[in-house]
């Protein structure tokens, strides 16, 4: 197996499926190791769990190797230097190793959860993981510092209405149908769970216009309940499912036009809010723009994109939407407010500038010369 005649296995029983285990993984092997001879037994048959990463604790780097090659149930002979061996045995002529793959525990890292792994403890079935909206039966437990704080027994959530903590839901998100995984966060914490049910939530595919408005409708409230609740991220996120819904409506009827024009103003308007709560000026420039395309003389879009552009130093840009809402209403305090302060912020760069370039034109020559 390693190109040095170091590892040389010999199956004895064809394992299940094509996958075998990666780096990353833990495996449940069974394993029994004898001399060359066969004569003197180096380690009873014993049953066990341990990682294949380069400095695991796997038993010795022979098995390692070799358990990286099998599939899930296969058993093989495996033949053993002293130098692959080292751990097991130290004698010279190494050791054969009977060994068997009981199980893989994949182990990946959960999805948008920096430094957080998600680890098979038992395999799902299918192929199938919750969407957004998704009804999941789940049980679980919590351990902080290896004491546990809090068991759940089996209960409904739907992914993406904050039934279970961030971190958790998004290890759900990657489980199937009667998988049991163990989901380790950077700071330490442990959950086991296991998702007992799962029905996905309608594609978007397969509904018909009524049903993308309503999920549009069903996603904005959400949005609009995290916003609330100063969860912006996941605002965010709610709002551009809810307009993915809808952003696509030639198909529909003129009614129905009516509404998914109203609920992409709508969500592009509270996206432009969400930015300019987290201080991202360009997302909250591109989502106000979006809803000015709409309805161009809209306040709300007006104020917001000129806010966002004058975070940008894109002025000119800013004193046009400013003007626009005060042509409309010339007493608009909060338009008046921000005019004010965009003139200041002009004559601070102006002063900047003339300070910049001053000082560079007095170091030049601009003498003429015959």
């Known amino acids: 197996l390693c190109g040095d005649g170091g590892v040389m296995k010999e199956t004895v029983r064809e394992g299940e499926g ?5 780096a990353e993984d833990e495996a449940t092997a069974t394993m029994e190791a004898k001399t060359r001879t066969g004569d003197e037994t180096l380690v009873a048959k014993t049953t066990r769990t341990f990682s294949l990463a380069a400095n695991g604790d796997a038993p ?6 070799a358990l990286l090659k099998m599939k899930r149930g296969e058993t093989a002979r495996v033949t053993l230097s002293e130098a692959y061996a080292e751990g097991l045995t130290t004698a010279k002529d190494g050791a054969v ?12 890292a959960v999805n948008g959860v920096e430094g957080a792994t998600k680890k098979i403890l038992e395999e799902g079935e299918g192929y199938e993981t919750p969407n957004d909206g998704a009804k999941c039966e789940i049980e679980y437990e919590k ?4 004491a ?30 009667n998988e049991k995984a163990l989901v380790k966060l950077a700071d330490g914490t442990e959950y086991t769970v296991k998702m007992t049910k799962l029905e996905r939530a309608k594609e978007q595919w397969s509904m018909n216009n009524a049903e993308k408005i309503e999920a549009a409708e069903k996603y904005k409230t959400s949005g609009n309940d995290a916003y609330k609740g100063g969860k912006f991220a996941r605002a965010t996120k709610k709002y551009d499912a809810a307009l993915k819904f809808v952003e696509m409506d030639e198909s529909f009827s003129d009614e129905e036009k009516q509404a998914s024009k109203k609920l992409k103003l709508s969500l592009n308007l509270n996206s432009a809010a969400v930015a300019i709560k987290t201080k991202s000026w360009m997302s ?19 104020y917001r994109f000129a806010q966002a552009a004058m975070e940008l130093q894109e002025y000119d840009e800013s004193r046009r939407s400013l003007k626009k809402i005060l042509e409309a209403d010339e007493s608009h305090a909060e338009a008046t407010r921000m005019l004010t302060r965009l003139k200041a912020l002009e004559a601070h760069q102006a002063k900047k500038d003339a300070k910049i370039f001053g000082g560079m034109f007095s170091k030049i020559d601009l003498g003429y010369e015959d």
Request: hydrophobic share 40%; charged share 30%; proline share 4%.
């Open 60 to 65: 010795c780097e022979g098995v390692r190797a």
């Open 143 to 146: 351990r902080v510092g290896g």
């Open 97 to 108: 190793v009977e060994l068997t793959l009981d199980a893989i525990h994949a182990v990946v």
């Open 18 to 22: 094509y996958a075998s285990p990666s």
């Open 284 to 302: 909250a420039r591109k989502s106000s723009e979006k809803a000015l395309a709409i309805e161009g003389s809209n306040e709300k879009a007006l």
């Open 148 to 177: 546990t704080t809090e068991t759940k027994p089996a209960h409904e959530i739907v992914v993406g209405d904050e039934h279970v903590p961030d971190e958790l839901e998004s290890a759900i998100a990657m489980m199937k149908l």
